[in-house]
Nanobody, 119 residues
């Protein structure tokens, strides 16, 4: 299995920045991509960004494309989400996830880290 531990969440004022980290351990050999999702209260979980583990190709939700940057450090099995120009609507629990390919999809999830953006 794969274990994921997120860190870096917290309280920040609108316009500020945070960097989230996700450290992966366990069986990561079959992982194709890692990504970030978020979920606000009473809302469905939504896709934020992803990165291919091997190629580094990145994908973003339109709402964060200009402001957020996803990156990875293969040697450390860690993925990052740099969040700039934060807005109050970015407030959510942010989850790290591992995609194991088309057959398995987003199979492994972290427990999440809270990001709260105040006005």
């Amino acid at each position: 299995q794969v274990q994921l531990v997120e860190s870096g969440g917290g309280l920040v004022q609108a316009g500020g920045s945070l960097r989230l980290s996700c450290a992966a351990s366990g069986r990561t050999f079959s992982s194709y991509a890692m990504g970030w999702f978020r979920q606000a209260p009473v809302m469905e979980r939504e896709f934020v960004a992803s990165i291919s583990w091997s190629s580094g190709n990145t994908y973003y939700a339109d709402s964060v494309k200009v402001r957020f940057t996803i990156s990875r450090d293969n040697a450390k099995n860690t993925v990052y989400l740099q969040m700039n120009s934060l807005k109050t609507e970015d407030t959510a629990v942010y989850y790290c996830a591992v995609n194991a390919g088309r057959k398995k999809g987003w199979e492994y999830w972290g427990k999440g880290t809270q990001v709260t953006v105040s006005s």
